[in-house]
């Protein structure tokens, strides 16, 4: 098995961890939630989600790319991994602690003030989920794939499992409807419900990650804990900024509409049709989570330059087939949210190459994780969510969510820029931009060609988008030979 073939099937297996759910989530939840909720209460369910994502980054610290660089080699990992879950687990409770205690305070801040419990549930979950992160990055590291791929599945089954339960199920019991303490607590909260069902799915995994820690011997050393921390509060700071490209956007939307535009209904037509290009996010996020730790035990090896030069090229080749799967397929994936969303379609094509660059910029910014030159990861995404804050306070007030998603190609495109020629002088891969420029370009030119041919027939524009994914798979593999890169079974 050759190293493409060994990160293809790791990446494939952490996929059943990320797809799986992620599909379930898509076409369960999203289709339902957006059927089952308003538009303006779907747009609370983009918002609050966008804060929930910007704490998750807080709260790990950059602690699972600091348990990477410190675990490999190390003949004490046990003593590393327990430094860093000490450490977590502490500043999450503190975290949880604080939440509570100014929940009104906050929820007055983001504009809830009617509803402080949703700051309780949404910390609660935040906090479980910290901890749970980084017992799944030690699975990670072990190479468990198997058990981070089930852990996840059952993560989303329970929380569909609750969905249903409080929002269909108890609904029609009558004796339980008709008790004083459903009336008082349970009763007519709605979008709370998706909050309550996360806290619980999130605490049930964390019990079943404990699990993996009964052979662990919990001790902690002061001293390597500084190394780490050292080593990964600069990424806290690169992941602050880069959470802030990715989620910001859904937070400044509503501050920054002009009158006249109800902000929470602009929120969920652009919650909805982000939720679309999903499956572009699910394939990045299967990747990165095989490539980490597969780019750190690769460091050493005198043919590493020659690997992440070749990945960053197939990755891209698959990034735009999926691209141009879901972009001229789009009447297909249309039917997983309600027609009341169909007005927003447009910036799908837009946030779908937006998270093409979020992939290709995770392949060339591992120079600065691999040499631990991270302050530069602060400099660069700190330019980004420069741009991102600064153009979305500008043009939010004219072009609405549109906006937001142009932006947010834009930021990241500056980004792996950067990243890319900054790397060049301290890590230097010979990457073949040529080619990955000629394979972007002809996936847009089909695109373009695809969109000017599309009638009011959803079944002949699907037709023509399959048709081109085939055409330009055909071209890439006859240029890159990737049936034999991936299936050949002798080294290559």
């Known amino acids: 098995m050759n190293h493409y073939q060994k990160l293809g ?25 957006t059927r089952r909720f308003s538009v303006e209460e779907y747009g609370v369910i983009t918002e609050l989600y966008a804060y ?30 327990s430094s860093a879950f000490l450490c977590i687990s502490f500043t999450s409770i503190l975290f949880l602690l604080g939440v509570q205690l100014f929940r009104h305070q906050i929820s007055d801040w983001i504009g809830y003030a009617g509803n402080p419990e949703f700051i309780v549930y949404l910390g609660a979950t935040v906090s479980l989920d910290a901890v749970s992160a980084l017992v799944f990055a030690k699975l990670r590291i072990e190479n468990k794939v198997r058990r981070f791929a089930l852990l996840k599945i059952i993560n989303v089954l329970i929380t569909i499992f609750l969905v249903f339960l409080f929002l269909e199920i108890l609904p029609e019991i009558r004796f339980i409807t008709a008790s004083d303490w459903y009336v008082v607590h349970l009763k007519n909260i709605e979008v709370g419900y998706v909050f309550i069902a996360n806290v619980v799915a999130s605490f049930l995994v964390l019990l079943l990650l404990l699990w993996d820690l009964r052979a662990v011997r919990i001790t902690a050393s002061f001293r390597l804990l500084g190394n780490i921390l050292a080593y990964s509060i600069p990424l806290l700071i690169s992941g602050m900024a880069g959470i802030f490209n990715e989620t910001i956007d859904r937070i400044l939307l509503r501050r920054f509409l002009k009158e006249g535009l109800n902000p929470l209904h602009e929120l969920g ?53 999926i691209f141009l799967g879901v972009a001229l397929c789009i009447d297909f994936f249309k039917y997983f949210i309600d027609s009341s969303y169909y007005e927003g379609l447009g910036i799908v094509p837009v946030v779908l190459m937006a998270n093409v ?32 804050v600064l153009l979305n306070v500008i043009l939010i007030p004219l072009y609405s969510y549109h906006a937001c998603a ?68 055909i071209y890439c593999n006859r240029k890159e030979n990737l049936m034999n890169v991936f299936f050949k079974k002798h080294e290559s």
């Open 9 to 33: 099937g790791q990446a494939i297996i952490y996929g059943l961890g990320n797809i799986v759910p992620r599909i379930l989530n898509y076409a369960v939840l999203t289709a339902y939630y």
């Open 52 to 81: 929930v994502a910007i704490l998750m980054v807080l709260l790990t610290y950059g602690m699972e790319t600091g348990l990477f660089k410190f675990s490999v080699n190390s003949e004490n990992r046990d003593v590393v991994f």
């Open 269 to 321: 037509i652009y919650g909805a049709n982000y939720r679309i290009a999903v499956l572009m996010t699910i394939f990045v996020q299967m990747f990165r989570y095989a490539a980490e730790p597969f780019f750190f035990n690769m460091y050493k090896s005198k043919d590493a330059i020659q690997i992440y030069a070749n990945i960053l090229k197939y990755f891209t080749i698959f990034l735009m087939i």
């Open 357 to 388: 660059m979020v992939g290709m910029l995770f392949n060339v910014n591992m120079w600065y994780k691999l040499t631990g030159h991270t302050l530069y990861g602060v400099y660069i995404t700190g330019i980004g969510a420069l741009i991102t």
């Open 406 to 473: 142009w932006i947010h190609l834009l930021s990241n495109f500056v980004m792996f820029i950067l990243t890319y020629f900054i790397g060049q002088k301290f890590f230097k891969i010979d990457y073949d931009i040529k080619r990955i420029i000629v394979y972007v370009g002809f996936a847009l030119v089909l695109y373009f060609v695809g969109y000017f041919l599309q009638t009011d027939n959803d079944f002949f524009n699907v037709g023509i988008g399959v048709t081109f994914v085939f055409i330009y798979f």
